[in-house]
């Protein structure tokens, strides 16, 4: 198995609901992230799990919340979210061995907040 | 601030033609780059990484890297309407993490 998977591909939400992204990859590899992407941006880094810890929160709102419940997983629970959240997320994964640097990444979430 | 600049485009290439994509980068000590290709809605895909000063080569793809001048370029030969994409530069950081940072992509248009 050689790709990282993500679901659902398409989700609706409204600013009250609770909702969770999930992530999963079976290739062994310890690093895992996730992005946020708006149209015609590059991805922004949000969070960095490292052999299941987390790693780098870069300073997003608390109504995004990860979770690496084991090392091929990866979920990101979602509450309260506002329209400017709408976007592509992301998940990357990668071997986490010193000399291998190259993250791979899922088809991605279409997330629209209503 | 670490920078990666590309230049927005849209490149024009005809079919056929060497599409060239270039990135320059302001941290002196960065040691991994990265190409991807993100096709309309789509992830980003990772088409070359690169790591030693020179030429790395692969099928139609070959990426430069001149580590002197900060510059990392993205060579497509033989371009095929299915190479119009927004090509991205990656640069990894120098955390233990290797968090990447991104250029804004350089959308490729490659005419039949």
């Known amino acids: 198995d050689t790709e990282v998977t993500q679901t659902p591909k398409h989700l609706v939400m409204g600013m009250t609901n609770k909702k969770s992204l999930k992530c999963e990859q079976h290739?062994?590899?310890?690093?895992m992230y996730w992005y946020k992407q708006k149209a015609k941006k590059p991805p922004e880094l949000m969070f960095v799990?490292?052999?299941?810890?987390?790693?780098i929160n870069e300073s997003v709102p608390s109504r995004f919340s990860p979770e690496c419940p084991n090392s091929s997983l990866l979920n990101l629970h979602l509450h309260a979210l506002q329209p400017e959240d709408s976007a592509l997320y992301l998940c990357a994964s990668r071997l986490a061995l010193a000399a291998y640097n190259e993250q791979f990444f899922g088809p991605g979430t279409r997330l629209t907040v209503l | 601030q670490k920078e990666v600049e590309q230049n927005s485009g849209p490149l024009s290439v005809p079919e056929g033609a060497i599409a060239s994509l270039n990135c320059t980068y302001s941290?002196?000590?960065?040691?991994?780059f990265f190409w991807y290709r993100q096709y309309s809605g789509k992830s980003p895909e990772l088409i070359m990484f690169i790591y030693s000063n020179g030429d790395k080569e692969d099928g139609r793809f070959t990426a430069q890297l001149n580590k002197a001048s900060q510059y990392v370029s993205l060579l497509i030969r033989d371009s095929q309407p299915s190479d119009s994409a927004t090509y991205l530069c990656a640069v990894k950081q120098d955390s233990g993490y290797s968090t990447l940072t991104f250029g804004k992509g350089t959308m490729l248009l490659v005419s039949p």
């Open positions: 941290d002196r000590g960065s040691q991994s």
């Open positions: 799990y490292s052999y299941e810890k987390l790693s």
């Open positions: 290739m062994g590899h310890r690093a």
